[in-house]
């Protein structure tokens, strides 16, 4: 099967890293051009991040281009350092590369992706949504040309993570995320309903350690930092796996089993429900449906842990 073209947005991040080298090691893709927006880092060192791990698997042909330093609708917040340190990879430091990123923008190489590969380009983000939302202002014919948009974010009957509303990539921009939701494009929502339900342990760190990849090495450090966050979530050292999830779904490896295409809104107010995706999930108890004139597909389920399945394509992927 030929390989799909992908434009990748991220903010290269813990999960963001074990994102990316999942879908470096993913045979029915190909990562035509990678972006990066402010989130868990600042934009410019998410692409420095970026840059060294593709360099650590050996693919220094990927463009990377430096996208939204800035949300929308205000200044960066300034990233998360408890999270996934003060660099954005767990304060670990990676080799560097010598190759830095595009002068385009990464709206820019979204909007030339997407006329380059009409009707072909899988678009997968997994940070905040702003570069989709300048691409879509740059170009709304790229809402035409784009197969899929593939969204790590929001929360359908969960919780927020940032907020009790909101979930990181949809809070920290809540007008892109609107903007993106709204256009005339098929969107696939991985929430935090379903990414917070496939984990990995200390085992799949640990077999990643004991990896020949200097690659799987250097993410099990990685994750040291952030499996220390997570023991206020589930009681204990592990984590989330919100980027990677997403990505094994847009690439097919996991699939979802309870997904209904329905309306979904962003809160782009000021209040208390800023950063809220209002999913509406009403007439859905009789099993899952699709709502006439939906766009969003909202993935509740999906058919088994990805834990497994990511950990054994990274160990098997040499680099
Ligand atoms: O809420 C989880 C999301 O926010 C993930 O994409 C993580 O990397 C952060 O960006
Ligand atoms: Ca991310």
Same mark, same amino acid.
């Given at each position: 099967?030929?390989?799909?073209?992908?434009?990748?947005? !991220?903010?290269?991040? #813990?999960?963001? %890293?074990?994102?990316?080298?999942?879908?470096? %090691?993913?045979?029915? $893709?190909?990562?035509?051009? $990678?972006?990066?927006?402010?989130?868990? #880092?600042?934009? %410019? =060192?998410?692409?420095?991040?970026? &840059?060294?791990?593709?360099?650590?698997?050996?693919?220094?042909?990927?463009?990377?281009?430096?996208? /939204?330093?800035?949300?929308?609708?205000?200044?960066?917040?300034?990233?998360?350092?408890? @999270?996934?340190?003060?660099?954005?990879?767990?304060?670990?430091?990676?080799?560097?590369?010598? +190759?830095?990123?595009?002068?385009?923008?990464?709206?820019?190489?979204?909007?030339?992706?997407?006329?380059?590969?009409?009707?072909?380009?899988?678009? @997968?983000? $997994?940070?905040?949504?702003?570069?989709?939302? &300048?691409?879509?202002?740059?170009?709304?014919?790229?809402?035409?040309?784009?197969?899929?948009?593939? *969204?790590?974010?929001?929360?359908?009957?969960?919780?927020?993570?940032?907020?009790?509303?909101?979930? /990181?990539? @949809?809070?920290?921009?809540?007008?892109?995320?609107?903007?993106?939701?709204?256009?005339?494009?098929?969107?696939?929502?991985?929430?935090?309903?379903?990414?917070?339900?496939?984990?990995?342990?200390?085992?799949? =760190?640990?077999?990643? /350690?004991?990896?020949?990849?200097?690659?799987? =090495?250097?993410?099990?450090? $990685? &994750?040291?930092?952030?499996?220390?966050?997570?023991?206020?979530?589930?009681?204990?050292?592990? !984590?989330?796996?919100?980027?990677?999830?997403?990505?094994? #779904?847009?690439?097919?490896? #996991?699939?979802?089993?309870? %997904?209904?295409?329905?309306? *979904?809104?962003?809160?782009?107010?000021?209040?208390?429900?800023?950063?809220?995706?209002? !999913?509406?999930?009403?007439?859905?108890?009789?099993? /899952?449906?699709?709502?006439?004139?939906?766009?969003? =597909?909202?993935? &509740?389920?999906?058919?088994?842990?990805?834990?497994?399945?990511?950990?054994? +394509?990274?160990?098997?992927?040499?680099?």
């Amino acid at each position: 099967m030929t390989p799909r073209p992908v434009y990748f947005d !991220c903010d290269t991040g #813990i999960d963001d %890293a074990l994102a990316l080298v999942y879908l470096m %090691a993913s045979p029915e $893709i190909t990562l035509a051009g $990678i972006g990066t927006v402010s989130g868990n #880092i600042d934009a %410019a =060192r998410a692409a420095v991040n970026t &840059l060294d791990l593709l360099a650590l698997g050996g693919l220094d042909e990927v463009p990377v281009a430096v996208g /939204a330093m800035d949300p929308l609708a205000g200044p960066f917040s300034g990233g998360v350092p408890h @999270i996934h340190g003060h660099n954005g990879v767990g304060d670990v430091e990676l080799p560097h590369t010598a +190759r830095g990123p595009e002068q385009e923008s990464a709206a820019e190489m979204l909007v030339r992706l997407a006329h380059e590969h009409p009707g072909e380009l899988d678009v @997968i983000a $997994i940070g905040p949504l702003t570069n989709l939302a &300048l691409a879509l202002q740059l170009d709304p014919s790229i809402a035409t040309l784009v197969r899929k948009v593939t *969204v790590m974010g929001g929360a359908a009957l969960v919780p927020g993570n940032v907020s009790v509303a909101g979930e /990181a990539n @949809i809070w920290n921009d809540p007008e892109a995320a609107q903007i993106v939701v709204s256009a005339p494009w098929q969107v696939v929502l991985v929430p935090l309903d379903v990414t917070l339900e496939n984990t990995f342990e200390e085992a799949d =760190r640990t077999a990643l /350690a004991a990896s020949a990849s200097p690659l799987n =090495r250097a993410l099990a450090d $990685i &994750l040291d930092l952030y499996f220390d966050f997570y023991v206020h979530e589930y009681g204990r050292r592990m !984590c989330a796996l919100h980027d990677p999830l997403a990505a094994a #779904i847009a690439v097919g490896q #996991i699939t979802a089993t309870r %997904a209904p295409k329905v309306p *979904v809104v962003v809160d782009d107010t000021q209040g208390p429900g800023r950063g809220q995706t209002l !999913c509406d999930l009403r007439g859905q108890r009789g099993g /899952a449906r699709d709502v006439e004139g939906a766009n969003v =597909r909202v993935v &509740l389920d999906t058919d088994q842990p990805l834990g497994p399945v990511l950990l054994q +394509r990274l160990l098997d992927y040499a680099g």
